[in-house]
């Protein structure tokens, strides 16, 4: 696929290779504007000292980073000692974004698989069915969600009213109901790109498999996941980077009652903190470790394409 | 193409022209959400033909962060809790309303007229006032709720079903009034002792959420839920069958305030509208909207009169004081954040 982009390319650079630099100035000017400004300001403020009650003053400051790694107890005039609280909220950010990730890939990948193995004129309309609940605002499906899943919800009715459970279960206000709203905030960014490689995939390699006599689940493993699997690392990329900065899903059902990285970052610009430095710092942070993520998994893709 | 040129510097031209003309009948209102009829807002267009724009917030820090962002110069009016007059005017985010600009400034009710928040009334008029507290669900609980120990270190039946506002200030203030000790402490015992009963008291609240505080208590899904009287009241009149309580060791009382900011580009029409909300008739369409007390003499003829004998808004005798939330200085707050921080980690 790569050889294929490449070929492709040098023939369309050749043609136009005089106005090279005029034909990518738009897309530079777009990235350096939307992309790269937003970035460098951050990067700039979370050096900047904090000013009393939001805002900056323009004076270079490690305070920021300091208050990230290091616990000067409750005062502040104590020696350094590590900061758990800042690394215990980005651990428990990637582990409920991991696990709504989990959760999109074990439903949306079947939901894929459906799909593009339906009659080709029938395709669009299944995927146009995925969208439909995504027209609506997604602080108007947290709510939704929430109120289906309360202690007297229709949910816990019904799974009383068929004898399933005795007294409620309380879903609302756990981890669980967080990493529910992720999955369903984000699971459409799974099953389309899943779609797009499965729908690619050439069937009559499973069909070659069974006649060789492997079982169905050895076909899928070896033979349909490795064609798929930029299809997966790409869903699972789009659901668990943004599944780790949302605020929405753990404030509205978790309960807000432990920070994520998103919400301790809100807190910084628009709570009581007003501290704009550290808030650009943690978010620094945490785009540095989302860089370092992807590149793991890029350097893992280019690796296994090199042995293939 | 030169007759094109014309015709369109000539178009600008006439746009921008209007653009200004229609610039002297507006005004642009930075408000909460939720806290202002309509009706109210088309009464004063109807009467001065002056066009309303009005954005909303949902917290005193949201405001003052978009607000320091830049978007000052883009309204006209905004409305702070009091503790934030006090902070905004610390920025220098307010203008000065100067003797003589407000004909109705005589309407203000004494007692508000010379307020803590901003002496003298240099920046601000009232909008509504209230408290913070508590309701609690008696359905759930039959016992006595004029304590900060229901929220703090409640009886069994309503551990685990408390909704605390998601607000420092809110959250904080309350603690204090539960331990008896002043807001911005720089005591580290007395400090060291707020930290801790958080820490402790966190193990019996369900959630924080503030946007919610009324639909919680009215769904069921908390029992205890700490929350400003006028929510308070709107949810037992949605059905739930919540009590709002004074506690003993005192309460949280706020008042809401219309400022002219800095830089306000519709400086004229903003002091007509502040006149027209000190006039009894149109600030009591708000109370009985918002269900809150008014702070301008005379309202009570054109009051909603079930707001009179509101439970929450009146007291009983053996209730504490009411008290507003204190500005700390940035060493102070400090602590505070770190406080919250740890509660929330």
Redesign the interface.
């Known amino acids: 696929m790569a050889a294929g982009a490449a070929s492709g390319g040098s023939a369309t650079t050749d043609t136009y290779k005089e106005s090279r630099f005029w034909l990518l100035l738009p897309a530079w000017v777009v990235l350096g504007i939307f992309v790269l400004a937003p970035v460098m300001m951050m990067l700039i403020y979370s050096f900047l000292t904090k000013e009393?009650?939001?805002?900056v003053i323009w004076e270079l400051s490690f305070a920021a980073y300091d208050q990230f790694f290091c616990d000067r107890g409750?005062?502040?005039d104590e020696p350094c000692t590590i900061e758990w609280?800042?690394i215990?909220?980005f651990w428990r950010s990637i582990w409920q974004a991991g696990a709504a990730t989990l959760l999109s890939l074990a439903i949306g990948f079947p939901t894929a698989y459906f799909i593009a193995t339906r009659p080709e004129s029938q395709r669009p309309l299944w995927v146009f069915l995925i969208t439909i609940p995504y027209w609506v605002n997604l602080l108007i499906r947290t709510?939704s969600m929430k109120?289906l899943l309360?202690?007297?919800g229709p949910l816990n009715d019904a799974l009383i009213g068929i004898g399933l459970l005795d007294s409620p279960l309380h879903i609302?206000?756990t981890n669980f109901a967080v990493q529910l709203g992720l999955f369903y905030s984000y699971l459409p960014f799974m099953v389309l790109p899943i779609y797009a490689a499965v729908e690619r995939y050439n069937f009559a390699l499973s069909e070659a498999a069974a006649d060789l006599y492997a079982t169905k689940w050895t076909t899928l493993r070896r033979i349909l996941l490795p064609a798929v699997k930029p299809g997966v690392i790409a869903g699972c990329i789009l659901v668990f980077v943004p599944s780790m900065g949302s605020f929405l899903a753990p404030?509205?059902l978790g309960?807000?009652?432990?920070?994520m990285i998103g919400s301790l970052i809100e807190e910084q610009?628009?709570?009581?903190?007003?501290?704009w430095p550290f808030g650009a710092a943690a978010s620094m942070i945490l785009l540095t470790m989302v860089l370092i993520i992807l590149l793991i998994f890029a350097r893992q893709q280019a690796k296994a394409e090199k042995e293939a | 193409m030169k007759q094109m040129l014309k015709t369109g510097v000539a178009a600008l031209a006439l746009s921008i022209a209007a653009n200004a003309a229609a610039a002297e009948g507006k005004l642009v209102i930075y408000h909460w959400f939720e806290y202002m009829p309509q009706e109210l807002l088309d009464k004063f267009t109807a009467e001065t033909g002056i066009e309303v724009t009005m954005d909303t917030y949902d917290s005193n820090e949201a405001m003052l962060a978009s607000l320091k962002a830049g978007a000052i110069g883009t309204y006209d009016v905004a409305v702070p809790g009091d503790y934030m007059v006090t902070i905004m005017a610390g920025e220098g985010l307010l203008d000065t309303i100067a003797e003589g600009e407000l004909q109705n400034k005589g309407n203000i009710a004494p007692e508000w007229a010379d307020p803590s928040f901003d002496p003298g009334r240099k920046h601000s008029i009232p909008y509504q006032w209230g408290s913070t507290s508590f309701s609690v669900n008696r359905d759930v609980y039959q016992g006595d709720i004029n304590t900060t120990d229901i929220l703090f270190n409640p009886p069994a039946e309503l551990s685990g079903k408390i909704n605390m506002l998601d607000s420092q200030g809110e959250v904080t203030a309350m603690a204090s009034l539960h331990l008896g000790m002043e807001q911005c402490s720089t005591d580290r015992e007395k400090l060291k002792a707020l930290n801790a009963m958080l820490q402790e008291a966190k193990g019996h609240w369900a959630s924080f959420n503030s946007d919610t505080a009324k639909e919680v208590l009215v769904s069921g899904d908390a029992a205890v839920g700490q929350i400003y009287d006028g929510f308070g009241a709107k949810a037992r009149e949605e059905g739930a069958n919540v009590e709002y309580a004074f506690p003993t060791q005192g309460y949280v009382v706020w008042m809401d305030n219309v400022v002219l900011l800095k830089d306000a580009p519709n400086r004229d029409n903003a002091l007509k509208f502040l006149d027209f909300l000190l006039e009894p008739e149109n600030i009591a369409a708000v109370s009985n909207f918002a269900r809150y007390g008014a702070g301008v003499k005379g309202v009570s003829e054109f009051l909603d009169p079930a707001l009179a004998t509101l439970p929450e808004a009146n007291p009983p005798a053996d209730a504490g004081a009411g008290v507003f939330i204190e500005v700390c200085d940035e060493q102070t707050q400090a602590v505070y954040d770190q406080i919250w921080t740890n509660l929330k980690k």
């Open positions: 009393f009650r939001g805002g409750l005062f502040g609280t800042y215990q909220i709510v109120f309360r202690d007297q609302v206000n404030d509205l309960g807000a009652k432990n920070f610009f628009k709570g009581n903190a007003g501290n």
